[in-house]
Nanobody
Framework: QGQLVESGGGSVQVGGSLRLSCTAY????????MAWFRQAPGKEREGVAS????????????SVKGRFTISQDNAQDNAKNTVYLQMDSLNAEDTAMYYC?????????????????WGQGTQVTVSE
């Protein structure tokens, strides 16, 4: 119940793009908010983007607005749901471990303390 599996990380040059995927297994009714967080070495975990899975409303950190897009798989499957993070115009400051998270709280948005389920993380490295 609530297992999150991320994929899609890797290395890319400045200006490049990557697409992260996160599949959440188990009863999808309880996961009304899903999000991506990131943590760079020596820095605090930062909320990047979140989506309210019921209506598709999204939130973004100022640092990624206009460059990152969170979306979800609209297939009707109560056993799992998948969210994506399309990352464009990447820069060196985007280098971090990226984590997928899920919450049963509609208003969790980018507050990490409001998230119950977490994935293991996928590394994103952006180099010159």
């Amino acid at each position: 119940q609530g297992q999150l599996v991320e994929s899609g990380g890797g290395s890319v040059q400045v200006g490049g793009s990557l697409r992260l995927s996160c599949t959440a297994y188990g009863d999808s009714y309880s996961r009304v908010r899903m999000a991506w967080f990131r943590q760079a070495p020596g820095k605090e975990r930062e909320g990047v983007a979140s989506i309210y899975t019921i209506l598709g409303n999204t939130d973004y950190a100022d640092s990624v607005k206009g460059r990152f897009t969170i979306s979800q798989d609209n297939a009707q499957d109560n056993a799992k749901n998948t969210v994506y993070l399309q990352m464009d115009s990447l820069n060196a400051e985007d280098t971090a471990m990226y984590y997928c998270a899920a919450s049963f709280l509609k208003l969790a948005r980018l507050d990490a303390s409001q998230y119950t389920w977490w994935g293991q993380g996928t590394q994103v490295t952006v180099s010159e």
